[in-house]
C-alpha cells in the first residue's frame, strides 16, 4: 500500500491556478503535444510542463503532473525581412506553466 505525501494543492480550474501561482501544485488531465511543451489539461485550464516532456505512449490519455506553478508570457512570432516566420505564438499570450515539472 502507497500513501501519498505530496504537499501540492490540486488545481483544476483557471481560478485555482491564479490562487496557486509560485505554489506547489498538481494537475491531472489529458496530456496533449504542443509546440511550446507538453500540457496537462483538464477543462478550459491547461498547463504547460516547461522542462518535462511526457512519454508519446501518454499523449492524449490522463495523467498528472506536479510543479510549482507560474504565468509566462509566451514570445509572439515575429516576421523577418525575407518573410519566413520564427517560432512563437500568434499574438504573445500569457499561459501557466508548471516549472520543475515531475509525472505522478
Do not use: W, Y
Not at 502507497?2 to 491531472?28: E, F, I, M, Y
Not at 511550446?36 to 504547460?48: H, I, Y
Not at 503532473?65 to 508570457?73: K, N, S, Y
Request: proline share 2%; with cysteine.
Amino acid at each position: 500500500m502507497t500513501t501519498n505525501t505530496s504537499t501540492a494543492s490540486l488545481v483544476t480550474t483557471n481560478d485555482d491556478a491564479r490562487k496557486a501561482v509560485g505554489k506547489l501544485v498538481r494537475v491531472h488531465g489529458t496530456v496533449q503535444r504542443e509546440k511550446l511543451g507538453d500540457t496537462v489539461n483538464v477543462g478550459d485550464l491547461s498547463v504547460r510542463c516547461v522542462d518535462f516532456r511526457f512519454p508519446d505512449a501518454v499523449v492524449g490519455q490522463t495523467a498528472t503532473a506536479e510543479g510549482t506553478l507560474d504565468i509566462t508570457r509566451d514570445e509572439p512570432a515575429t516576421t523577418n525581412a525575407a518573410g519566413e516566420i520564427s517560432q512563437g505564438s500568434e499574438g504573445g499570450i500569457s499561459s501557466f506553466v508548471i516549472r520543475h515539472c515531475i509525472a505522478k
